[in-house]
């Protein structure tokens, strides 16, 4: 479950990173340990029947923004999700 929601983590930084790469030029973000531990607790709560399906779970923790915890809500927005 941890690793699935891992690559949840990875996506959203890959999204964005491609986003970046097409406003500035610049490919990929690392992955963040930070983010991951933002949004593990919400998306076991919120999303555990999405678990391990990583767009899934990114659309639940979409769909429960309002309830997520101010950390998940700020990787989310960080990514422009």
């Known amino acids: 479950m941890v690793r699935?929601?891992?690559l949840v983590i990875a996506v959203l930084a890959a999204s964005a990173g491609l986003a970046r790469a097409e406003n500035?030029?610049?490919?990929?973000?690392?992955?963040s340990a930070?983010?991951?531990r933002a949004c593990n607790g919400d998306?076991?709560?919120?999303?555990?029947?999405?678990?391990?399906?990583e767009?899934?779970?990114?659309?639940c923790l979409?769909?429960?923004?309002?309830?997520i915890s101010q950390a998940c809500?700020?990787?989310?927005d960080g990514h422009g999700m």
């Open 4 to 6: 699935s929601l891992s």
């Open 73 to 76: 809500r700020a990787v989310l």
């Open 24 to 31: 500035h030029g610049q490919f990929g973000t690392p992955h």
């Open 43 to 53: 998306a076991h709560r919120f999303c555990k029947e999405a678990i391990p399906d």
């Open 55 to 59: 767009f899934r779970i990114a659309s």
């Open 34 to 36: 930070a983010a991951e």
């Open 62 to 67: 979409q769909e429960h923004r309002d309830k």
